[in-house]
């Protein structure tokens, strides 16, 4: 790796965000005057390469993306989930990782990164930001969950590049650690008994873990039967009572409840001083969820549906929530959770992010947590005793990953997010293809949230 240029380019890769703003502003396109919708190159020719890289010659590094592979990969051929991992590969040997798994959708994923490549071949990578500007903004229909995990992907890559270039770990670029003893966080306790609460609060003490979160049990229809209700009720009182007060609880309603269903539940469970009870209906539905959350002292959270910082605007906007859960694989990568986590700070919303899917993505949220001065708790689907994807995600990568230690995940010395990955260990678990998600519905037929 050729290190000679970067000393010199220190204040000016700092600036380059500033320029990028002033570049997006000097369109090189002129619009058409026919109907303003068809676009003509103001010299010969349409832009075919990474956009406008030459505005700004003096703070290039002499880094160029000369490559970019895309991966499906599935722990088993059925998988509804398999990972999408992105590797940007460059003229001085550093590569960088991301991930971009969408649940669902992962074919659509990897097609939306292969149609990046324009993009970013011949790029600067230092370049994060404008990239990531480039990649949105020009591709004039706004980000859903697909284009903004393909986003996702690359600029988790790009960071992973640009940290390792830098010889810093990427939290260290963010401006952080605000706590050297790492990132807290919590882990799943769903579908257990009385019994295995009371295993699982022994287990916490034992390894320091402060935090649990759970479910709710069943579905629900718009307005629902009152046994229903208390069914779950009872089961979040029975976290409570087995587990203790000295561990905070957060509940997942999972969008499964309507507004009316969800505030009887909420209201009842106000005594047990829960952590958060997350997604008490479907995200999309602001004035609903500002219904919930008028009923309950309990604090609100959503957002792992939610794409980029815009996104996010009316419920914070409007004092709906207080934590946001935006999930670093769909909401636009390590840039675009960074962006959502300062949105959020300036209304006193706090974040929790939502990281369910690969390692990778895992990784670099506690890099983006560890910089957040309104972090709270961070999540990881996995459970309070390792499962065989822990065993996979620790073959792959050669430590514990997402693996709490006295309750905290680690943070890395290492530069950039702090991992290599071979090819060849993804090579043992092919892609099996996109799987639909799981399909649920009422007794009457009707499609039930889950």
């Not at 003893?181 to 402060?210: C, F, M, P, S, W």
């Not at 990953?401 to 309750?407: L, S, Y």
């Amino acid at each position: 790796m050729q290190r000679r240029n970067f000393l010199a380019l220190g204040t000016a890769l700092g600036s380059a965000g500033a320029v990028a703003v002033a570049a997006k502003r000097r369109p090189s396109m002129a619009v058409d005057a026919a109907c303003g919708c068809e676009f003509q190159q103001a010299g010969p020719g349409r832009q075919t390469g990474p956009a406008r890289m030459d505005a700004f010659p003096h703070l290039q590094s002499g880094i160029k993306i000369t490559g970019m592979k895309v991966f499906g990969v599935s722990l088993t051929p059925n998988s509804d989930r398999p990972y999408v991992f992105v590797k940007i590969e460059t003229n001085q040997g550093l590569v960088g990782w991301g991930e971009g798994t969408l649940e669902g959708k992962a074919g659509a994923v990897m097609a939306c990164v292969n149609d990046f490549r324009d993009f970013l071949i011949g790029a600067d990578p230092m370049q994060v930001e404008h990239i990531w500007q480039s990649m949105y903004v020009h591709s004039f229909y706004r980000a859903g969950p697909v284009m903004g995990s393909a986003i996702s992907g690359i600029d988790q890559a790009l960071w992973d590049i640009r940290g390792k270039a830098l010889g810093m770990p990427v939290y260290k670029l963010l401006g952080g650690p605000f706590d050297a003893r790492g990132v807290r966080g919590y882990y799943h306790v769903d579908g257990a008994n009385r019994e295995q609460l009371i295993q699982i609060r022994q287990t916490a003490k034992e390894q320091g873990i402060t935090c649990v979160k759970s479910g709710i049990p069943g579905y629900y229809e718009w307005i629902e039967r009152r046994p229903k209700i208390d069914r779950a009720i009872q089961a979040i009182h029975l976290y409570r009572e087995a587990l203790g007060p000295d561990i905070d609880i957060a509940v997942d309603f999972h969008a499964k409840t309507s507004p009316s269903v969800a505030s009887i539940i909420v209201k009842e469970v106000e005594p047990l001083n829960l952590l958060f009870i997350e997604e008490p209906c479907p995200p999309e539905n602001v004035q609903a969820m500002a219904k919930i959350a008028r009923r309950s002292t309990t604090p609100i959270a959503t957002g792992e549906r939610l794409i980029t910082s815009y996104g996010c605007r009316e419920l914070i906007e409007m004092g709906v929530i207080d934590i946001l859960q935006t999930d670093i694989n769909h909401t636009g990568g390590i840039t675009g959770l960074w962006k959502v986590a300062a949105t959020a700070n300036v209304s006193g919303v706090s974040m929790a992010p939502h990281a369910c899917e690969g390692p990778i993505g895992g990784l670099a949220t506690l890099h983006v947590d560890a910089a957040m001065p309104n972090f709270v708790v961070q999540e990881i689907c996995g459970q309070v005793k390792p499962g065989p994807t822990d065993k996979v995600w620790e073959e792959w990568l050669g430590f514990p990953a997402m693996r709490m230690v006295d309750g905290r995940f680690p943070l890395s010395e290492k530069p950039g997010l702090g991992f290599e990955l071979s090819e060849a260990s993804l090579a043992k678990y092919p892609f099996g293809g996109t799987r639909p998600m799981a399909r649920v519905f009422h007794e009457d037929g009707s499609v039930a949230e889950w």
